[in-house]
C-alpha cells in the first residue's frame, strides 16, 4: 500500500508542470508589442477628443452669443452673460470673447492636450481655425 501510494505521489508530482523561461518570455514579448501599438494610439484620440471639446464649446458660444444679441442687439463681452442663453462651458477648457466690431466677434478656446493648443472662430467668416 505505501509503494501505491508513493507511485501516485510521483505521478502527480511529476505531472505539475510550470511555465518556462522561454514561455514567459514570449507572453511578455506579446503583451509588450501589443502594449506599443495600443498606447500611442489612445493618446491619438485623446488628443482628438479634446480638440472636439474645444470646438464644441465655441460653436455653443457663437449660439449663445447669437441668442442673446436677438435679445439685447449687443454681444456680450464676458462668458457669465450667455449662461442664461443656453451655454454650459466644459470643465477645463478656457474661452475668451473678443469683440472686434460691435456686430463682429471671435471665440477664442484653449486646452492643454490636444493637437493644438486653442481653436478661434470669427463671427465675420464663420470659420474655426
Not at 71 to 92: D, L, M, S
Request: proline letters at 4%; a neutral charge.
Amino acid at each position: 500500500m505505501d509503494h501505491t501510494n508513493a507511485a501516485t505521489k510521483e505521478t502527480l508530482i511529476a505531472s505539475k508542470r510550470g511555465f518556462t523561461l522561454i514561455e514567459l518570455l514570449v507572453v511578455f514579448t506579446v503583451i509588450g508589442i501589443l502594449a506599443a501599438i495600443a498606447i500611442p494610439q489612445f493618446f491619438a484620440y485623446r488628443m482628438r477628443a479634446i480638440d472636439s471639446q474645444m470646438k464644441s464649446d465655441i460653436k455653443n458660444v457663437a449660439l449663445a452669443m447669437e441668442n442673446y444679441y436677438s435679445e439685447k442687439f449687443n454681444y456680450p463681452t464676458a462668458i457669465a452673460e450667455i449662461t442664461p442663453f443656453g451655454f454650459r462651458q466644459t470643465q477645463g477648457i478656457t474661452l475668451t470673447i473678443n469683440l472686434t466690431t460691435p456686430i463682429n466677434f471671435t471665440v477664442t478656446a484653449s486646452k492643454s492636450g490636444g493637437t493644438q493648443p486653442s481653436f478661434t472662430y470669427d463671427s465675420n467668416t464663420g470659420q474655426t481655425n
